[in-house]
Nanobody, 116 residues
């Protein structure tokens, strides 16, 4: 089993920056990707950014150029640096880990609210 714990959410003003972090623990092996998803009220959960074991990144069009995902494999952490945040970035952000075995794990989520 793998446990994922997110941190760093909060209330921020539009145009500012916020960083999220996710720490993984447990039976961490054969990791294929780590990623951040988000779910806004009344909407489906969507991929925000992902990073492969080889460091290849993938971003949703809505966050390209504003968000950066990074990973520290030695510490089993993944971070999301959010800049120029917008009210539409308001959502619960979830950390995700996928293993080559097909197993997939989710964190409990952290709330990000962008409002003036």
């Amino acid at each position: 089993q793998v446990q994922l714990v997110e941190s760093g959410g909060g209330l921020v003003q539009p145009g500012t920056s916020l960083g999220l972090s996710c720490a993984a623990s447990g039976r961490i092996f054969g990791v294929r990707t780590m990623a951040w998803y988000r779910q806004a009220p009344g909407k489906q959960r969507e991929l925000v950014a992902a990073i492969s074991n080889g460091g290849i990144t993938n971003y949703a069009d809505s966050v390209k150029g504003r968000f950066t995902i990074s990973r520290d494999s030695a510490k089993n952490t993944v971070a999301l640096q959010m800049t120029q945040v917008k009210p539409e970035d308001t959502a619960v952000y979830y950390c995700n880990l996928q293993q080559w075995s097909g197993a997939e794990y989710w964190g409990h989520g952290t709330q990000v609210t962008v409002s003036s």
